[in-house]
T-cell receptor, first 113, second 115 residues
């Protein structure tokens, strides 16, 4: 039972355009969500997070939107840059769970020059 | 921010041997370390949670006698894959509480290949 789902294995966008990566979750107990970026053979790097009490969090070119009723979140990257090309993982956690993260399968983003 | 140093970055071993992977907290005392495994094109799957000075908590389906975790100090946690088999070949990553993003910092990962 996959509690965090990233249904698009890959996404390709042109440089300068917006990249939208989607994530759905099934566990209503999740109250904190994170996005990580990962290059091959490296550990994930934190990008941005959002608490369930918010519906939007912005940090530079990255914005995360949370729709609790739909159990859906998305990561917007604008403008997209070739250096953004990587695998993006959505992760979720809930208080009291010893902070362990549940990850989606990831989406490979390719930004074409 | 917090830094986790993970070694080795890659290792090739023969079937039946044991391999130890180390994760060190360089500038943060980590009471909790998480160990993940990632198969190609799959998500990071939590294997176990280790707490300094106590026994690790393993996720369902993870053999604790095969994947030995030791967290003897606040700065060092180790994962030993015992009697490794080819199906254990994977990418292993540690993560500690502490640092940015609700307190998670990841090591750089270890690519284990068992031949």
């Amino acid at each position: 039972d996959q509690q965090v789902k990233q249904n698009s294995p890959s996404l390709s966008v042109q440089e300068g355009r917006i990249s939208i990566l989607n994530c759905d979750y099934t566990n209503s107990m999740f109250d904190y969500f994170l996005w990580y970026k990962k290059y091959p053979a490296e550990g994930p790097t934190f990008l941005i997070s959002i608490s369930s009490i918010k519906d939007k969090n912005e940090d530079g070119r990255f914005t995360v939107f949370l729709n609790k009723s739909a159990k859906h979140l998305s990561l917007h990257i604008v403008p997209s840059q070739p250096g953004d090309s990587a695998v993006y993982f959505c992760a979720a956690t809930r208080g009291g769970s010893n902070y362990k993260l549940t990850f989606g399968k990831g989406t490979l983003l390719t930004v074409n020059p | 921010g917090a830094v986790v140093s993970q070694h080795p970055s890659w290792v090739i071993c023969k079937s039946g041997t044991s391999v130890k992977i180390e994760c060190r907290s360089l500038d943060f005392q980590a009471t909790t370390m998480f160990w993940y495994r990632q198969f190609p094109k799959q998500s990071l799957m939590l294997m176990a949670t280790s707490n300094e000075g106590s026994k690790a908590t393993y996720e369902q389906g993870v053999e604790k006698d095969k994947f030995l975790i030791n967290h003897a100090s606040l700065t060092l946690s180790t994962l030993t894959v015992t009697s490794a088999h080819p199906e254990d070949s994977s990418f292993y990553i540690c993560s500690q509480k502490g640092g940015s993003g609700y307190g998670y910092t990841f090591g750089s990962g270890t690519r284990l290949t068992v031949v």
